[in-house]
């Protein structure tokens, strides 16, 4: 089979990190044929790395989308310029492979899903939490019954960014920026370790009015899925104490017969009480998949590119754990309990 022909939108930040460790791994199935950054330095040193001439260097969206030939675009840019390189991706004809959010509003995230959905192309979004041997063993304790049925989902998430410009220098000046860069994630999982769509959610965003933060950078909500577990989740981007921070945040799903749970230290436990009144505590052996992270989902999109299963990362997924994030935007700004079904319907996704 021909390697598939990727346009890379994005050079530097995330995207480097993409360039530089995780599409390697995959060159024997698909190559960089083209490559866009808005900073001149960041496009050429990428470019230089990959070998691209001049003419596969591009400073804008628009062009890179006319002059490119291309099976497909991968997106890694900060949101809020996510919709406007998927339209261009559509127009003519490409595959998308974006990073998340699908976009920074929940408009933008519909116009996204309607376009794609159209014009019948293929739209994988990154989830690549769901896909780490800390989740995946996780999951499986879930899957194989071992402590009976899910009743609800803690989920905790915390990290240092007290320093301006920690995160990222966009990060700390828009809005909503813990939901949006970083809960999104922990919502997608949330519905993976529930194994259910979210029904409702309720709670609250806020800003303490600290000096690194221009918008939103704590939260705490609470859910109920459309299998009835429930699901709790605390997020600051101030933390001062116990660090959950990414590839550390701190899961516990409570079932019928006992609690799984994985924390900062890495370490999956099963814990269980006992009828003589005794804890017992059952460390898990990890799973060991081929693939993680990343690069599991990058594995799984470019299988479904050539012709194999969808992932579960598509876009008629993923779209729900979009409808959850800005379910829980408008349930903090209009103090109310959001239904997630009736905002996707709303929409005209069903």
């Given at each position: 089979?021909?390697?598939?022909?990727?346009?890379?939108?994005?050079?530097?930040?995330?995207?480097?990190?993409?360039?530089?460790?995780?599409?390697?791994?995959?060159?024997?199935?698909?190559?960089?044929?083209?490559?866009?950054?808005?900073?001149?330095?960041?496009?050429?040193?990428?470019?230089?790395?990959?070998?691209?001439?001049?003419?596969?260097?591009?400073?804008?969206?628009?062009?890179?989308?006319?002059?490119?030939?291309?099976?497909?675009?991968?997106?890694?840019?900060?949101?809020?310029?996510?919709?406007?390189?998927?339209?261009?991706?559509?127009?003519?004809?490409?595959?998308?492979?974006?990073?998340?959010?699908?976009?920074?509003?929940?408009?933008?995230?519909?116009?996204?899903?309607?376009?794609?959905?159209?014009?019948?192309?293929?739209?994988?979004?990154?989830?690549?939490?769901?896909?780490?041997?800390?989740?995946?063993?996780?999951?499986?304790?879930?899957?194989?019954?071992?402590?009976?049925?899910?009743?609800?989902?803690?989920?905790?998430?915390?990290?240092?960014?007290?320093?301006?410009?920690?995160?990222?220098?966009?990060?700390?000046?828009?809005?909503?920026?813990l939901l949006v860069e970083?809960?999104?994630?922990?919502?997608?999982?949330?519905?993976?370790?529930?194994?259910?769509?979210?029904?409702?959610?309720a709670g609250r965003e806020?800003?303490?009015?600290?000096?690194?933060?221009?918008?939103?950078?704590?939260?705490?909500?609470?859910?109920?899925?459309?299998?009835?577990?429930?699901?709790?989740?605390?997020?600051?981007?101030?933390?001062?104490?116990?660090?959950?921070?990414?590839?550390?945040?701190?899961?516990?799903?409570?079932?019928?017969?006992?609690?799984?749970?994985?924390?900062?230290?890495?370490?999956?436990?099963?814990?269980?009480?006992?009828?003589?009144?005794?804890?017992?505590?059952?460390?898990?052996?990890?799973?060991?998949?081929?693939?993680?992270?990343?690069?599991?989902?990058?594995?799984?999109?470019?299988?479904?590119?050539?012709?194999?299963q969808p992932p579960e990362?598509?876009?008629?997924?993923?779209?729900?754990?979009?409808?959850?994030?800005?379910?829980?935007?408008?349930?903090?700004?209009?103090?109310?309990?959001?239904?997630?079904?009736?905002?996707?319907?709303?929409?005209?996704?069903?």
């Open positions: 089979m021909p390697k598939l022909r990727a346009l890379m939108i994005g050079a530097g930040g995330m995207a480097g990190g993409w360039l530089r460790y995780m599409l390697p791994r995959f060159f024997d199935r698909m190559e960089i044929v083209g490559l866009c950054d808005v900073v001149p330095k960041t496009l050429s040193d990428a470019a230089d790395r990959l070998g691209l001439p001049a003419e596969a260097r591009y400073s804008s969206i628009e062009d890179a989308f006319a002059r490119a030939d291309a099976d497909f675009a991968i997106i890694v840019i900060p949101p809020a310029f996510h919709k406007a390189a998927v339209l261009q991706a559509v127009r003519r004809k490409m595959m998308i492979f974006s990073e998340k959010p699908i976009a920074d509003s929940w408009e933008d995230c519909v116009e996204t899903y309607r376009a794609v959905t159209d014009a019948g192309l293929k739209m994988s979004v990154i989830q690549n939490y769901r896909y780490t041997p800390r989740i995946l063993t996780v999951k499986q304790v879930l899957q194989d019954g071992l402590i009976g049925r899910p009743r609800y989902v803690m989920s905790r998430f915390s990290a240092d960014y007290r320093v301006r410009y920690a995160w990222g220098k966009f990060r700390h000046e828009i809005r909503h920026s970083g809960t999104v994630h922990h919502f997608d999982q949330i519905r993976n370790l529930a194994g259910a769509d979210c029904e409702w959610i806020w800003s303490p009015q600290h000096p690194s933060f221009d918008g939103e950078c704590m939260a705490q909500y609470v859910c109920q899925m459309t299998n009835g577990v429930m699901g709790n989740y605390e997020g600051s981007c101030l933390g001062a104490s116990v660090q959950n921070s990414w590839h550390t945040e701190m899961y516990r799903v409570e079932c019928e017969d006992g609690a799984v749970s994985v924390d900062f230290d890495q370490r999956v436990r099963v814990v269980r009480h006992t009828q003589g009144g005794r804890l017992r505590i059952d460390e898990i052996e990890p799973v060991k998949p081929e693939w993680d992270g990343h690069l599991n989902v990058i594995h799984n999109t470019l299988n479904w590119f050539e012709g194999g990362t598509q876009l008629s997924d993923n779209i729900k754990s979009a409808a959850m994030l800005f379910a829980a935007i408008d349930a903090s700004e209009q103090r109310r309990t959001v239904s997630v079904p009736e905002k996707l319907a709303a929409a005209g996704i069903v």
